[in-house]
């Protein structure tokens, strides 16, 4: 690997890191589309980089009683030789890879969505879906310390806009086991904060 694409690949290895942190990771989808749509790899490359790359070197922190929950230390050596020789690990995929599969697919829907866009529209819908992302997955009952008034007036035009095809995917990353949590209450907390 190239001095160029490791610069290249760093950003996107952190980024797809947070899917698998011991935590609420859902709020993260934005911002590693984000990092993806701004890498320039198309779709079929950045399959191969989560499941062949990071998803071996990650996937362990989700198996752990208590993983890391702040920001995961990627095993940069590991990670090259991956890229290097890639392979995705099948039996690893099939009994983990539910555990993150939900998010990645987010991901690659809304990575589709910020490809080519310039950094100020960028940075404005990755506010935005982040934003709803947090308020959706808060349960509906709670403050949601992300939406101040000043956040929510900040992208709110925008952020109606963008709902309209967020709220499926959100949907869609929504656990059965949530059932305390309806997604029904979600999305009304969501349109609720929109005004």
Same mark, same amino acid.
């Given at each position: 690997?190239?001095?160029? &694409?490791?610069?290249?690949?760093? @950003?996107?290895?952190?980024?797809?890191? /947070?899917?698998?942190?011991? %935590?609420? %990771?859902?709020?993260?989808?934005?911002?590693? #589309?984000?990092?993806?749509? &701004?890498?320039?790899?198309?779709?079929?490359?950045?399959?191969?980089?989560?499941?062949?790359?990071?998803? @071996?070197?990650?996937?362990?922190?989700?198996?752990?009683? #208590?993983?890391?929950?702040?920001?995961?230390?990627?095993?940069?050596?590991?990670?090259?030789?991956?890229?290097?020789?890639?392979?995705?690990?099948?039996?690893?995929?099939?009994?983990?890879?539910?555990?993150?599969?939900?998010?990645?697919?987010?991901?690659?829907?809304?990575?589709?969505?910020?490809?080519?866009?310039? /950094?100020?529209?960028?940075?404005?819908?990755?506010?935005?879906?982040?934003?709803?992302?947090?308020?959706?997955?808060? @349960?509906?009952?709670?403050?949601?310390?992300?939406? %101040?008034? &000043?956040?929510?007036?900040?992208?709110? #035009?925008?952020?109606?806009? &963008?709902?309209?095809?967020?709220? @499926?995917?959100?949907?869609?990353?929504?656990?059965?086991?949530?059932?305390?949590?309806?997604? /029904? #209450?979600?999305?009304?907390?969501?349109?609720?904060?929109?005004?």
């Amino acid at each position: 690997m190239t001095q160029d &694409e490791l610069l290249r690949r760093k @950003p996107v290895w952190e980024a797809m890191s /947070d899917l698998f942190l011991d %935590t609420e %990771t859902r709020w993260s989808v934005p911002y590693v #589309a984000r990092r993806c749509a &701004e890498s320039g790899y198309d779709d079929e490359v950045l399959e191969r980089i989560f499941w062949g790359e990071v998803f @071996p070197e990650a996937i362990p922190n989700m198996l752990q009683v #208590a993983g890391e929950w702040g920001l995961l230390a990627l095993d940069e050596a590991a990670l090259i030789k991956r890229a290097n020789h890639p392979s995705i690990p099948w039996l690893t995929r099939r009994a983990h890879g539910w555990m993150v599969q939900g998010s990645w697919l987010a991901v690659r829907q809304v990575t589709s969505w910020l490809r080519g866009l310039g /950094d100020e529209e960028l940075t404005q819908r990755v506010s935005a879906l982040t934003l709803l992302g947090h308020r959706f997955f808060e @349960p509906p009952e709670r403050d949601c310390l992300m939406a %101040t008034p &000043e956040r929510v007036e900040a992208v709110r #035009a925008l952020a109606k806009e &963008e709902w309209v095809r967020y709220e @499926p995917v959100c949907r869609a990353m929504f656990g059965a086991e949530e059932k305390s949590m309806p997604a /029904d #209450a979600c999305a009304e907390a969501v349109r609720k904060m929109l005004g």
